[in-house]
């Protein structure tokens, strides 16, 4: 059964910071890996999608990395701001687990003005 | 294109009452899955349908189900309501065609339910 863990549960860190969430997964047997954001009481909104094959996205200051092999990604947000400020979820999409998406519990993340 | 979108936004209902909640997918996507997200739990599958036909499920009772309409619309309901039903619950849609198990999902603003 294909687990999903993120460190650490949550951070705060002062505007500007460059920061790194970590996101681990427990069968490499992956389709991709999606990294979302999600603000308090809303929904999800996608950041950034990895294929099995790729190692590594990039959108304006996100950049994600997968290392299928060691079942681990990480996102990368450089130069926060307060507007980064919300919860980020990994999802995992397994090859036996059909249109299935594993989330992680999530990375709660503060950035203070 | 117009997001995912989902009704109602919040509903309060009563323990053994039955609610219904609507998902409609972007333009041309024809999947749809469902999400239950709480706190102790955090995000679960409940399942998925594609061209009207349920292709994958979860670990959900029985009490739990849903149906696709002809324009990829969906549907969820939940009978005999319980305490621990109370949760946010989001739709996805996909566009399995273009991308197979690769594309991405996308993901509605959810339907928020409290059962009292």
């Known amino acids: 059964k294909q687990e999903v863990t993120q460190i650490p549960a949550a951070l705060s860190v002062p505007e500007g910071e460059n920061l790194v969430l970590n996101c681990s997964f427990t069968d490499s047997a992956i389709y991709n890996l999606q990294w979302f954001r999600q603000d308090p009481g809303k929904g999800l909104t996608s950041l950034l999608l990895?294929?099995?094959?790729?190692r590594e996205q990039t959108s304006g200051r996100l950049n994600a990395s997968l290392d299928k092999s060691s079942g681990r990604s990480t996102l990368y947000i450089a130069a926060s701001q307060p507007g980064d400020s919300a919860t980020y979820l990994c999802a995992v999409r397994g090859e036996t687990s059909g249109s299935r998406l594993t989330f992680g519990e999530g990375t709660q993340l503060t950035v203070n003005p | 294109k117009a997001g995912v979108t989902q009704t109602p936004r919040y509903l309060i209902k009563t323990r053994g009452q039955q609610v219904t909640l609507s998902c409609s997918p972007i333009s041309g996507h024809r999947s749809v899955s469902w999400y239950q997200q709480t706190p102790g739990q955090g995000l679960q599958f409940l399942f998925e349908y594609f061209s009207e036909t349920q292709r994958n499920k979860g670990n959900f009772p029985g009490r739990f189900s849903g149906r696709q309409f002809s324009n990829s619309r969906s549907e969820m309901n939940v009978s005999t309501l319980e305490l621990g039903d109370s949760a946010l619950y989001l739709c996805a849609s996909s566009s399995p065609l273009a991308g197979g198990p690769f594309a991405t999902q996308y993901f509605g603003p959810g339907t928020r339910l409290l059962v009292l």
């Open positions: 990895i294929q099995s094959s790729q």
